[in-house]
Nanobody
């Protein structure tokens, strides 16, 4: 069974920084891409950043220049360094992974439980 577990959320003042981590565990063949999404109260879940197996990154316009996504393929982990945080960055941050499993072979998205990030003004 594949699991994604996030850590690193918390409360920070505006202008501060946080680093989120996500670890993938379980039985799988490979991870084809990972990402971070967030959901603010009363809003839909939105993409924050993604990174492919080949390390190509993509960011939402709202976080470009402030957030950095990175991945450690050997450890099956993805990170999100968040700098210059703003109150509007507040929300639950979810880790996502496109993971290939065997027996039977399948490729699908898995999600973590989420970690709360709160930015105070």
């Amino acid at each position: 069974q594949v699991q994604l577990v996030e850590s690193g959320g918390g409360l920070v003042q505006a202008g501060g920084s946080l680093r989120l981590s996500c670890a993938a565990s379980g039985s799988f063949a490979s991870i084809n891409g990972m990402g971070w999404y967030r959901q603010a109260p009363g809003k839909q879940r939105e993409l924050v950043a993604t990174i492919t197996r080949g390390m190509t990154t993509h960011y939402a316009d709202s976080v470009k220049g402030r957030f950095t996504i990175s991945k450690d393929n050997a450890k099956n982990m993805v990170y999100l360094q968040m700098n210059s945080l703003k109150p509007e960055d507040t929300g639950i941050y979810y880790c996502q992974g496109t993971i290939v499993t065997m027996l039977p072979r399948s490729e699908r998205d898995y999600w973590g439980q989420g970690t709360q990030v709160t930015v105070s003004s």
